[in-house]
């Protein structure tokens, strides 16, 4: 496809670079100070969740169905937090360990215990030389961060509409004893906002790795934050295994963060039963108690299933409004000059955007010469390297809807500048 930049002669993109160079340097006078960098809920989000501050109070009975909250023990978590959170992942509760307010946490703590211990009664991660972890890519940049931590190397995977290229991922599972893992958000993915098809998470299901201790790392973030009635199915990873007649692959992971609050949720966990119980163990070493206290007032604000998606529609109508503005702020600005292409998810977080090859960390960079920060230029790829510099994750969540948009202007304007920029300096 041809830009518009393309088709102007050197006399008309000269002309064009020095308007948009004066419309920035109208920016910079402003001071703007505004922040998209993290895909964090806005106050107005958290404060749906004030009322349940009110639910316990010093006259409070704090047992949860003769499990006191009050006090040391079971470390697996309350049994209406657990059922609650089973519900929600449709998985028996049996299987499920509630345990702190970040998933990520469990997460880096399954790494960890692969990494020292190993799984399934396999030699730990540590002594096996080098090993691998599969990273859609563009995705999560905390995901990538725990891997590299630990000196697994991370493989970076292309993603398609539908989700990971499955060809990819089976080549490599099933012919590579090293890879020891792949990192999946599954629903509305972290950045592109897609949502793995049945055919793929059938085919995950189906995968016969090459390594005993193999597990598919699937961290359901965004299980229940659609922005409107019509949000993507995401088949059930578990009934998908059912189907197959396989078992001891997949740890699955969610939270209440972005449901209540980031600081003080509800994370939890659930696998195989032979995988849960493993977890268990190597969770007791460092878990006498859970914040049994939080688990108690969340399944009284809660409540059940239903509870959690009446909540989740209220963050809807929060989200929606700043999702749709950056559509039409994105489109009116750049629609017709074929510079770009960006994503429009039917939730999550975010909403990823591509440039002009070679234009990413020029963006960046001159947003924040302009005030407003964005995530880092390549943080959606392991390493920080995107291959095509192209990649920015827009996060529109946490701003006010003014502040977006003055952000969003900003961003149109330093798309333009710097593709209109690298098409002079390729003449």
Known sequence: ???????????????????????????????????????????????????????????????????????????????????????????????????????????????????THGIGGNEPWCRQGEIKFLCPSPGYDRHFAVTERYGITNVPIPMNDDGPNMDEVERLVQTDATVKGIWCVPKYANPTGITYSAEVVRRFAALKPAAPDFRIFWDNAYIVHDLDENGDELLNIFQALDEVGATNLVYEFASTAKVTFPSSGMAFVTASPADIAELRSAFAIERVSPEKISQLAHVLFLRDVDGIRAHMAKHAQVLRPRFDLVQRKLTQGLGDLGIATWTNPRGGYFVSFDGPQGSAKAIVSLMADLGVTLTGAGATWPYGKDPRDSNIRIAPTFPSLADLDAALDVFVLAVKLVAARLEQAQR
């Open 1 to 115: 496809m041809t830009s518009a930049y393309q088709n102007m002669s050197d006399q008309e993109l000269n002309s064009t670079i020095k308007q948009l160079e004066a419309q920035a340097d109208e920016v910079r006078a402003r001071g703007l100070k505004l922040d998209m960098a993290r895909g964090k809920p806005s106050v107005e989000q958290t404060n749906l969740s004030r009322p349940m501050l009110d639910l316990l109070t010093s006259s409070s009975t704090l047992v949860d169905e003769g499990v006191p909250a009050d006090n040391y023990g079971f470390p697996d978590g309350l049994p209406s937090a657990r059922r609650l959170a089973a519900d929600l992942l449709g998985v028996d509760a049996a299987n499920v360990v509630v345990s702190g307010s970040s998933s990520l946490n469990l997460m880096h703590d399954t790494v960890v215990n692969a990494y």
